[in-house]
């Protein structure tokens, strides 16, 4: 990946709903991650510049299941700009703390049923001693009938602040809890319900110079996303607004990143103030990376934390910009799959540049079940993902095989460039319902190729999907061109890029080498 020639965003493609925090010289943070196996990426960096995906609080499909990670199309609103809004189902904002040498995240899985238009909530903690081993303990869950939990560690209590449902009139609600059972210890007591915007969620309660700060979201994860702040004296209330609200947003502004929104405030060694956030970048409408992680300073004036707009470049409070970076990842722990992985179905090898899946006849359309398709984050706005199939087999001809490769964002949105084995053609095919797309290109070839290679190339403006029928020098031959409003959407997620294969035939087994994605 082509290293950014701006700081922000740090975590670059889908990376929403951040949470931060700074223990002994590191920074970690975790996003959400919705429908993707493992789940609950978390980052780690030394000077908020350099980061590395190191590994994924939910990383055994014992811990939970993602089965009703289901996206839904609800109706266009005001907060969307009339556009339809695809919802999914999963892993929603988590919150990381560290409190007596133990890391503590809490977070909710929101299952999605068919025809039902409203999410239950699942409400967890998970935990681990040591974060760099990368094992996470099983779910703690506890009685929360709602999202975006954030988690509070004062005077020997735990306390859990959380968006009370149902929206848009969400509440922030707070209450004491048993970290060890999940038990709640108090009544769940409604502290504050923002300023006036739609959907306040994704609070953080801390203490700070003798008072608790409250800081929420607002106005929807969209056009009117912002950030607003209250105070009291004690954790229950009653909370102040800051005078200088909201705290933080791109509404109303013609900034290149907009939608800002759902932050946490930590400090550094040298206790300074710095901000997470969500965000996305906007050109000409075009946002294909969806929400994303971006950073900024904030400084306390002795009474209320005044948050730096974000901009793509991040001046430290020294008045020295701090430099880009390429975002790195430990082995195989960016590798995804969409929500219940048969995971005995994947192979790899060579140091993960040939995959081989067995694949099912579950294909990438299904809401519920997952299709044999195992890709990674989509990380730069410019790049190409790459792979190769060269070994072909007599016995594919009457399996209804396909197998390409695959740009997706859920059931209801995707593209892929395949082939289509009982044709012996090369097909491209756009779905998005939520913009009521669906086309089909198709290529036949004069014969089964002895070696297939697919690409498909990126830009904020584009996607171009390509094959070659030699490797070696491969003179590529476009299909299809995507313009990448046809999958920029108000959704939650953003795209992410991989191999698939799928038939109709059991056993079937499908290699692909050379397998690169950006």
Same mark, same amino acid.
């Given at each position: 990946?082509?290293?950014?020639?701006?700081?922000?965003?740090?975590?670059?493609?889908?990376?929403?709903?951040?949470?931060?925090?700074?223990?002994?010289?590191?920074?970690?943070?975790?996003?959400?991650?919705?429908?993707?196996?493992?789940? @609950?990426?978390?980052?780690?960096?030394?000077?908020?510049?350099?980061?590395?995906?190191?590994?994924?609080?939910?990383?055994?499909?014992?811990?939970?299941?993602?089965?009703?990670?289901?996206?839904? @199309?609800?109706?266009?609103?005001?907060?969307?700009?009339?556009?339809?809004?695809?919802?999914?189902?999963?892993?929603?904002?988590?919150?990381?703390?560290?409190?007596?040498?133990?890391?503590?995240?809490?977070?909710?899985?929101?299952?999605?049923?068919?025809?039902?238009?409203?999410?239950?909530?699942?409400?967890?903690?998970?935990?681990?001693?040591?974060?760099?081993?990368?094992?996470?303990?099983?779910?703690?869950?506890?009685?929360?009938?709602?999202?975006?939990?954030?988690?509070?560690?004062?005077?020997?209590?735990?306390?859990?602040?959380?968006?009370?449902?149902?929206?848009?009139?969400?509440?922030?609600?707070?209450?004491?809890?048993?970290?060890?059972?999940?038990?709640?210890?108090?009544?769940?007591?409604?502290?504050?319900?923002?300023?006036?915007?739609?959907?306040?969620?994704?609070?953080?309660?801390?203490?700070?110079?003798?008072?608790?700060?409250?800081?929420?979201?607002?106005?929807?994860?969209?056009?009117?996303?912002?950030?607003?702040?209250?105070?009291?004296?004690?954790?229950?209330?009653?909370?102040?607004?800051?005078?200088?609200?909201?705290?933080?947003?791109?509404?109303?502004?013609?900034?290149?990143?907009?939608?800002?929104?759902?932050?946490?405030?930590?400090?550094?060694?040298?206790?300074?103030?710095?901000?997470?956030?969500?965000?996305?970048?906007?050109?000409?409408?075009?946002?294909?990376?969806?929400?994303?992680?971006?950073?900024?300073?904030?400084?306390?004036?002795?009474?209320?934390?005044?948050?730096?707009?974000?901009?793509?470049?991040?001046?430290?409070?020294?008045?020295?910009?701090?430099?880009?970076?390429?975002?790195?990842?430990?082995?195989?722990?960016?590798?995804?799959? +969409?929500?219940?992985?048969?995971?005995?179905?994947?192979?790899?090898?060579?140091?993960?540049?040939? +995959?081989?899946?067995?694949?099912?006849?579950?294909?990438?359309?299904?809401?519920?079940?997952?299709?044999?398709?195992?890709?990674?984050?989509?990380?730069?706005?410019?790049?190409?993902?790459?792979?190769?199939?060269?070994?072909?087999?007599?016995?594919?001809?009457?399996?209804?095989?396909?197998?390409?490769?695959?740009?997706?964002?859920?059931?209801?949105?995707?593209?892929?460039?395949?082939?289509?084995?009982?044709?012996?053609?090369?097909?491209?095919?756009?779905?998005?319902?939520?913009?009521?797309?669906?086309?089909?290109?198709?290529?036949?070839?004069?014969?089964?190729?002895?070696?297939?290679?697919?690409? +498909?190339?990126?830009?904020?403006?584009?996607?171009?999907?390509?094959?070659?029928?030699?490797?070696?020098?491969?003179?590529?031959?476009?299909?299809?061109?995507?313009?990448?409003?046809?999958?920029?959407?108000?959704?939650?997620?953003?795209?992410?890029?991989?191999?698939?294969?799928?038939?109709?035939?059991?056993?079937?087994?499908?290699?692909?080498?050379?397998?690169?994605?950006?």
């Amino acid at each position: 990946m082509a290293p950014q020639t701006s700081l922000n965003p740090i975590i670059p493609g889908f990376a929403p709903d951040p949470s931060a925090i700074h223990v002994d010289g590191w920074f970690f943070l975790v996003t959400s991650s919705f429908h993707l196996f493992p789940g @609950l990426p978390i980052y780690a960096s030394k000077d908020l510049c350099s980061w590395k995906h190191i590994g994924n609080a939910i990383h055994r499909q014992t811990q939970l299941s993602l089965l009703k990670s289901r996206t839904c @199309l609800t109706p266009p609103s005001l907060d969307t700009g009339g556009r339809v809004l695809p919802a999914t189902g999963g892993l929603y904002a988590p919150t990381i703390r560290h409190h007596a040498d133990t890391f503590y995240l809490v977070c909710t899985n929101a299952l999605r049923n068919e025809g039902e238009s409203r999410a239950k909530k699942e409400n967890f903690i998970l935990s681990t001693k040591d974060i760099w081993k990368g094992e996470w303990s099983d779910p703690v869950y506890f009685e929360f009938e709602g999202i975006d939990p954030g988690i509070t560690f004062d005077d020997g209590k735990v306390y859990i602040q959380g968006s009370a449902s149902p929206g848009p009139a969400t509440r922030i609600n707070n209450f004491e809890i048993d970290i060890m059972t999940g038990k709640k210890l108090s009544e769940e007591r409604t502290i504050w319900t923002g300023t006036g915007g739609i959907y306040p969620e994704g609070p953080h309660v801390f203490k700070w110079n003798g008072w608790y700060y409250l800081i929420i979201a607002e106005g929807g994860t969209h056009l009117s996303h912002s950030v607003t702040a209250a105070r009291s004296r004690s954790i229950w209330g009653p909370y102040q607004p800051a005078p200088n609200n909201p705290i933080l947003t791109a509404y109303g502004t013609n900034e290149y990143i907009q939608h800002t929104g759902h932050c946490d405030i930590f400090q550094d060694r040298d206790d300074q103030w710095w901000v997470v956030c969500l965000a996305v970048r906007k050109n000409e409408g075009r946002y294909p990376l969806s929400r994303e992680t971006f950073l900024t300073s904030a400084t306390y004036d002795g009474e209320w934390f005044q948050l730096e707009r974000v901009k793509s470049d991040v001046i430290n409070h020294s008045g020295v910009q701090l430099s880009s970076s390429v975002l790195k990842a430990a082995p195989g722990v960016d590798y995804l799959y +969409i929500r219940d992985a048969l995971l005995d179905r994947y192979h790899f090898e060579q140091d993960n540049a040939a +995959i081989t899946l067995t694949p099912t006849s579950i294909d990438l359309s299904a809401p519920e079940s997952s299709p044999t398709f195992v890709t990674k984050r989509q990380r730069a706005l410019e790049g190409r993902t790459t792979a190769t199939v060269s070994q072909f087999h007599d016995t594919w001809d009457s399996a209804k095989l396909k197998f390409g490769l695959a740009c997706y964002k859920d059931e209801h949105r995707y593209f892929r460039i395949h082939f289509d084995v009982a044709d012996s053609a090369v097909v491209f095919e756009i779905v998005n319902a939520a913009q009521s797309i669906a086309k089909t290109t198709r290529q036949v070839l004069d014969s089964v190729p002895e070696e297939l290679s697919f690409c +498909i190339e990126y830009t904020e403006r584009e996607y171009r999907l390509l094959y070659a029928t030699v490797s070696v020098s491969p003179s590529w031959l476009s299909l299809a061109t995507v313009d990448t409003l046809e999958i920029t959407d108000p959704d939650f997620v953003g795209p992410i890029i991989g191999v698939f294969a799928v038939a109709d035939t059991d056993g079937l087994k499908v290699k692909f080498e050379g397998v690169h994605i950006n």
